[in-house]
């Protein structure tokens, strides 16, 4: 049977998991895998395995607990190892790659960031900043049948928007990346301009969400920026 794979931890690295529950119905038994300095929490992988609320659930409980007890490089949910000689191999592979992640993320969580900007507020910008944009809208207006005129607007505004919308993701990320050890970025979707993940030291947590809460106020009530966290570190292993 397939291992089930939840994380990797320093093999010295207190396990208290006795009494967590695994994925599946009934929760797998958890145990560990261990080469050299590297120890794997894992389970057997209960056949069919999706992603339902109770298995997501099992999942960040084992990596959650793991973490209270130091440095630890969570595995995203359904990793599977054909079987647990397989994962030591890989354990001793990696060993070094896997050593210095740890020690990078010690004592550190993450926050994830999303932030979307009313429509209607960023039109009405982009109308005012540019004077091209605006008269080519008046005169469109005016003339129903000018259908290239229109066309040639909508590729304009269009390109305002993204171009706006870039840059006020690149404002905002220089303004908080000083404060985290690491960020990644992901990709923008249509409701929200800035998607990304910082990882901080525990003890900025507060601090970042009072930076957080403060530009959300700055910006007013056309923005909506969304703090989560602290999360395990998925983004940074």
């Not at 050593?99 to 990078?104: D, I």
């Not at 999303?114 to 039109?123: K, P």
Request: hydrophobic share 40%; proline share 6%.
């Amino acid at each position: 049977m397939p291992t089930y794979v939840y994380a990797i931890t320093r093999a010295d690295h207190p396990l208290h998991i006795d009494d967590v529950p695994g994925v599946g119905d009934p929760p797998a038994r958890l145990r560990a895998v261990t080469a050299r300095d590297l120890t794997a929490v894992v389970s057997e992988a209960p056949p069919g395995l999706r992603a339902k609320r109770r298995d997501v659930l099992a999942h960040q409980h084992v990596i959650e607990r793991l973490m209270g007890d130091g440095a630890t490089l969570p595995m995203r949910f359904g990793l599977l190892g054909p079987d647990d000689d397989q994962v030591a191999a890989v354990l001793e592979q990696e060993q070094t790659g896997y050593r210095e992640r740890l020690a990078e993320l010690d004592g550190h969580v993450e926050f994830h960031l999303t932030v979307s900007r009313d429509e209607d507020d960023l039109l009405r910008e982009i109308m005012t900043q540019s004077e091209e944009i605006r008269l080519l809208n008046e005169r469109t207006r005016n003339e129903p049948a000018a259908h290239h005129e229109r066309v040639a607007l909508g590729e304009m505004v269009s390109d305002a928007v993204t171009a706006r919308r870039q840059s006020e993701a690149d404002e905002l990320v220089a303004l908080l990346a000083p404060a985290a050890a690491r960020t990644a970025q992901g990709e923008g979707t249509g409701t929200h301009f800035l998607n990304v993940s910082f990882l901080l030291r525990s003890e900025d947590t507060a601090d970042f969400s009072r930076r957080v809460r403060e530009e959300a106020e700055r910006r007013g009530s056309a923005y909506r920026l969304t703090l989560t966290g602290p999360l395990p570190p998925y983004s940074f292993v």
